[in-house]
């Protein structure tokens, strides 16, 4: 079995997520992709979200109808930051030997891999998969990837070869760029379009989410103070089904 990791802050999801997924999922023939929205990243403290129960009510609207994709609680808030190498052992943990575990992440979040906590061990522990769009190339991931691990520059047959394909193989990390997916909405662009009718956010969002969005009065601002209790209130419901983790493991 082939399972992949995505992970973000799917503030919200959108469809480009959707389309890198199915993307990933078809090129790699993945049989399970854990949708895994991030509480707030350790290295990313000072960034506002929204509350975690909306992103996952999202998440869980938006990938309803592919049953290849699993909205998951792996990362949800519990008190101390998540580590994403973390994540990626406890699941790794539930796997068996014969199955592989993949990590998808965009292009703009790869750029700052050797920022985050443990990452030649996080890059050893399953292989990535890169979203690449316009103006990134291969070089670009290399010049990523933390200092002990990035490969040297060479000019031998085998060295010009790889920087010619779609795959970094260095000792401790493989990586594969998944070209560039040609739907170019973004969760910004979302959140400042949130005053049109759910018609036309539809255009960039599955309609369930939008129609969400707008029941719960999501990205508005104002808005944020009057639905403070009702938020607290689903923070109960949402504390129980953190038991169900079977499904996300």
């Not at 990791?5 to 199915?22: I, K, M, Q, S």
């Not at 070209?179 to 959140?191: E, L």
């Amino acid at each position: 079995m082939k399972v992949a990791l995505f992970g973000g802050t799917f503030d919200p999801v959108h469809l480009g997520h959707l389309e890198v997924a199915r993307a990933a999922a078809d090129k790699f023939q993945l049989n399970t992709v854990y949708f895994v929205p991030a509480d707030i990243p350790p290295h990313k403290q000072s960034r506002h979200l929204t509350d975690f129960q909306h992103r996952f009510a999202m998440l869980a609207l938006a990938t309803a109808d592919d049953k290849r994709f699993v909205p998951s609680l792996l990362d949800a808030p519990k008190g101390s930051p998540n580590y994403t190498i973390d994540t990626v052992r406890r699941v790794k943990r539930t796997l068996k030997k014969s199955d592989k575990l993949y990590f998808l992440i965009g292009v703009d979040a790869f750029k700052d891999i050797a920022t985050w906590y443990q990452p030649e061990a996080l890059l050893a522990e399953c292989e990535f998969i890169v979203v690449s769009r316009p103006g990134f190339s291969i070089a670009d991931i290399r010049d990523a990837l933390p200092e002990k691990l990035r490969p040297a520059e060479e000019t031998s047959p085998g060295a010009r070869n790889q920087q010619l394909s779609d795959t970094i193989a260095v000792p401790g990390a493989t990586i594969y760029l998944l070209p560039d997916i040609h739907n170019r909405v973004s969760s910004t662009q979302i959140r400042a379009a949130v005053s049109r009718p759910v018609r036309q956010l539809s255009r960039f969002l599955p309609k369930t989410v939008a129609e969400y969005i707008k029941k719960e009065r999501l990205y508005t601002g104002a808005a944020a103070g009057d639905l403070k209790d009702t938020a607290q209130s689903k923070v109960l419901s949402f504390q129980k089904a953190r038991h169900h983790v079977h499904r996300t493991q």
